[in-house]
């Protein structure tokens, strides 16, 4: 299994960012996905998930309305839309390979991460 996170950087508040998580190893299309991050100092917080057909997507409130979660099956890839970012927004996202639903199950597999600064 692997996951490979592309599309962090630095941007202005305001600003947006389209993360990407590249999977492999497995069948892509079976699994559901999420996106967590990590802010300096601080526990891993979740931010979305999607289903692994996509019917379903589910936000965390601190960025709804702003950012969107989506996959493209046939692409192996999941993206994760971030708009109106905000300072504290800033952090590491994760892309996760989900386990029995969670995010957070000692089976779930996470990427290596991309790093997010939001700064003026």
């Known amino acids: 299994v692997q996951l490979v996170e592309s599309g962090g950087g630095l941007v202005q508040p305001g600003g947006s960012l389209r993360l990407s998580c590249e999977a492999s190893g497995f069948t892509f299309n079976t699994w559901g996905m999420s996106w967590v991050r990590q802010a300096p100092g601080k526990g891993l917080e979740w931010v979305s998930s999607i289903k692994s057909d996509a019917t379903v997507t589910w936000v965390a409130d601190s960025v709804k309305g702003r950012f969107s979660i989506s996959r493209d099956n046939a692409k192996n890839t999941l993206y994760l839309q971030m708009n109106s970012l905000k300072l504290e927004d800033t952090a590491v996202y994760y892309c996760?390979?989900?386990?029995?639903?969670?995010?957070?199950?000692?089976?779930?597999?996470r990427g290596q991460g991309t790093q997010v600064t939001v700064s003026s």
């Open positions: 996760v390979r989900d386990f029995s639903g969670a995010w957070n199950h000692p089976k779930a597999v």
